[in-house]
């Protein structure tokens, strides 16, 4: 090793400070670096200049008494190191490491950086800024913006001339970083990293995607009927320049990744969803935003404004707890479903039904568009047709009695009970639907003046009503509707 030679300043002071005293606080003299130290004993102070008295002073001194040539005082452990180049430097696709921590024999070099040692590893700057690191067995693995690498650790691997590897041990602390493959990164991004077993998730908001890094390599995870939702969502996480979050969990009581996409200052305007390994494809979309997200022993947690709140739990102390309330706030719950038999023929649907338990609304039912037409009459608009059905009540909120009654606490229902809703039929919820529509061109009959709705496929959307135990257990168990078909054909 070559010598070195450091020049080291080893010095020691005080200040000495006079300032004139005064019962006026706007005549009091004040040092705080903001006017410098005066170079002469005299008026120069512009505080001490507004004074009845020069005697207002500051002076740095370093030998006992202040006279000349008295005895210094004692050096300082201080040293101090002149540099050529002062400013800090900032690395943004390097690591580097400290000494070694033993616990066992006491040793703590932590807070040691040897320059004389190689302590720095560099990744590729083409790849953007180092964002996250994980540590898996011996392994690191390193997240830029633009590609996922991993590195052993305190090993390395020897490569033969065939192209074999063999890991031997090395006294290097970080090995060669070796990427995965694809142009994937976790861009600006790291909340959105969680990780259970093997499996470690992540989005790539640059190319608008939701990651899965496990023992097969990297897979799109949102290419699993989502990529038109991911384009368009991750593409409105930033507001006005600013940086959105993309916060990333995994809910190991559900097993499941959530993923929450938060707009910058916009507290409305997110999307929160779960991701299930076991069917490859996204489950459910929730109507919370949370500050945090963390699983603690199998139960999931959430911080929202600075308050902790349990997901998944039915009772607290002793009181029951609703279901789809978030932070204090119930939701209903929904299910959208399309009914598409027979693709190419044109059908009519004329009932709607059920499996599962009492509490279930018919929201919304409509079949698809007929195409772009323009409206000569009005507009000159480009408008487009479809069939809808008025909205099915329940089978509680539905039921009246022959007087009318619908069942509040001040009429009662009188048997026998009346359904306009959903009736129940062999453990099924059924009922019949009628048209809604506005008149389209061409037609004779239309609205509620015929019955079922007509349509290559329908949508249809369930949802919980707020009558029938209120935040209670509601199973969907299938969902039908009979048709016929139009035409013959």
Same mark, same amino acid.
């Given at each position: ?194 990780? *259970? @077993?093997?499996?470690?998730? =992540?989005? /790539?908001?640059? &190319? %608008? $995607?939701?990651?899965?890094? !496990?023992?097969?390599? +990297?897979?799109?995870?949102?290419? *699993? @009927?989502?990529?038109?939702? =991911?384009? /368009?969502?991750? &593409? %409105? $996480?930033?507001?006005?320049? !600013?940086?959105?979050? +993309? ?195 061409g037609e004779i009959t239309f609205g509620n003046q015929i019955s079922g709705i007509k349509g290559f496929y329908v949508t249809a959307t369930f949802s919980t009503d707020t009558v029938t135990d209120p935040g209670g257990e509601k199973q969907l168990f299938s969902v039908a509707s009979d048709f016929f078909s139009n035409n013959g054909y």
């Amino acid at each position: 090793m070559a010598g070195a030679t450091i020049e080291v300043k080893y010095f020691n002071t005080f200040v000495l400070k006079k300032s004139v005293s005064s019962s006026n606080a706007t005549n009091q003299p004040v040092w705080n670096g903001s006017f410098g130290v005066p170079s002469t004993k005299n008026n120069a102070h512009p505080v001490a200049a507004a004074t009845s008295s020069v005697n207002s002073w500051a002076i740095e001194e370093s030998r006992i008494r202040g006279g000349y040539n008295n005895t210094s005082v004692d050096f300082s452990p201080r040293a101090y190191l002149v540099e050529d180049e002062p400013n800090a430097l900032i690395r943004f696709n390097s690591l580097i490491y400290s000494g070694v921590f033993n616990s066992r024999t006491g040793i703590n070099d932590t807070n040691v950086f040897p320059v004389g040692q190689d302590i720095t590893k560099t990744a590729d700057p083409a790849n953007g800024s180092i964002q996250k690191l994980y540590a898996e067995d011996t392994n690191l693995i390193v997240f830029q913006q633009y590609k996922v690498s991993r590195a052993l650790i305190d090993k390395d691997a020897i490569y033969s001339a065939e192209g074999g590897g063999n890991i031997t041990s090395s006294n290097l602390v970080i090995g060669v970083l070796q990427a995965y493959s694809g142009r994937y990164g976790i861009s600006n991004n790291p909340e959105s990293f969680a990780v *259970y @077993g093997y499996r470690k998730y =992540f989005t /790539d908001k640059v &190319n %608008n $995607v939701v990651l899965r890094l !496990s023992r097969d390599g +990297i897979t799109e995870i949102s290419a *699993y @009927g989502m990529t038109d939702f =991911f384009r /368009d969502e991750m &593409n %409105n $996480v930033s507001v006005g320049g !600013s940086k959105g979050l +993309i916060l990333g969990s995994y809910d190991l009581y559900s097993d499941m990744y959530t993923l929450s996409l938060q707009q910058t200052g916009e507290q409305s305007e997110y999307k929160t969803l779960t991701f299930d390994d076991t069917i490859n494809g996204w489950t459910s979309l929730y109507d919370y935003s949370p500050d945090q997200m963390f699983t603690i022993r199998n139960k999931f947690y959430s911080i929202k404004n600075n308050e902790l709140w349990q997901h998944y739990n039915t009772a607290f102390d002793g009181v029951t707890v609703n279901r789809s309330n978030f932070y204090g706030v119930s939701y209903p719950s929904s299910v959208t479903v399309i009914f598409n038999p027979e693709p190419v023929r044109s059908k009519t649907f004329s009932t709607i039904s059920y499996e599962g338990n009492s509490g279930w609304q018919l929201t919304a039912m409509a079949s698809d568009g007929t195409g772009q037409g323009k409206d000569y009459s009005l507009t000159n608009a480009f408008l487009t047709t479809f069939d809808q059905v008025n909205n099915v009540l329940s089978y509680t909120e539905g039921a009246y009695d022959s007087l009318g009654n619908t069942g509040t606490a001040a009429n009662p229902l009188n048997q026998p009970l009346l359904r306009a809703g959903f009736d129940r039929k062999e453990n099924a919820y059924v009922a019949n639907l009628v048209n809604s529509s506005a008149p389209a061109e061409g037609e004779i009959t239309f609205g509620n003046q015929i019955s079922g709705i007509k349509g290559f496929y329908v949508t249809a959307t369930f949802s919980t009503d707020t009558v029938t135990d209120p935040g209670g257990e509601k199973q969907l168990f299938s969902v039908a509707s009979d048709f016929f078909s139009n035409n013959g054909y």
